[in-house]
């Protein structure tokens, strides 16, 4: 029969160690998310042709995506549309003198390089902030035990919840105070919902994320040196073959209202 540990933590640890901690986290992510407001560019307005040859493709998207919510003959008609629209480039836009003649220098302000600024400045805002505060607690917290868990885990969460602690005979339910900066940093997003929206930029682990995302997105979408726009029309030649097996992937998948008389008196019989 396991012996259960029995530790007392001091009060002093919780008032002067994990209560800073979570409240210089979230003071932090606040920060963050006003920095970088500050920091986002004006978008820039689109003209006419360019923001049908871009919806074009949202249009065929949402119609692949939602297809057996239409009848299949509004289906059809849509599909034979769309192809058809794609096909033909009757949503490009007119290319210019200068885009004919060849691409554009990825390092001036109008090939992307104020784009490219923009994105290293807000990594910036998210990595240093991590880096301070991770330094802070390990100078000033190291070996700090600060809680123990009200539930039981298997030994496999040791090592994310004790990293700076040198005992392998402690119960795995005590957190350290480093394993506690880690918690606090995956675990304030509901947090900063709450204060500050769902559109927030104080999460640092959703920019994470949307770094490693929106990096392989515009590599799909712009196989080309980056600064240089995506080809469209290659794009709609994709979109159109993708939008032409809709439908023929699974025939299990049938039109949402097919047999609905039947299905509402068989509901209500």
Known sequence: MAVEQALFLDSAIRDWVLIPILVVMILVGVLRHNVISLLNSAPKSLSPPALREQRVMARAGALRQNYFQLPPTSFAARKAFLTEA?????????????????????????????????????Q?????PQTVIMGWINFFFSG???????????????????????????????????????LTLFGLSAVYKLVLGDDNAADGTRDMAAMGAGAASMQAMNPAAPGQAPDFEKLHLAERDNLELAGLEDSSVRWIGDGIEDRVLALYS
């Not at 001036?108 to 390089?113: K, S, V, Y």
């Not at 910036?124 to 240093?128: H, K, T, Y």
């Open 124 to 128: 910036m805002v998210m990595m240093i």
């Open 86 to 122: 794609l096909s033909n480039g009757s949503y490009l836009q007119p290319k210019d003198k200068e885009e004919k003649e060849g691409p554009k220098n990825p390092f001036e302000p109008a090939g992307g390089m104020d784009t490219m600024m923009d994105g290293m400045k807000k």
């Open 144 to 182: 700090f035990v600060l809680l123990k868990l009200p539930f039981p885990l298997t030994v496999r969460f040791k090592v994310m919840l004790q990293r700076d602690i040198q005992s392998p005979d402690l119960d795995v339910t005590w957190v350290s105070a480093l394993s506690w900066y880690f």
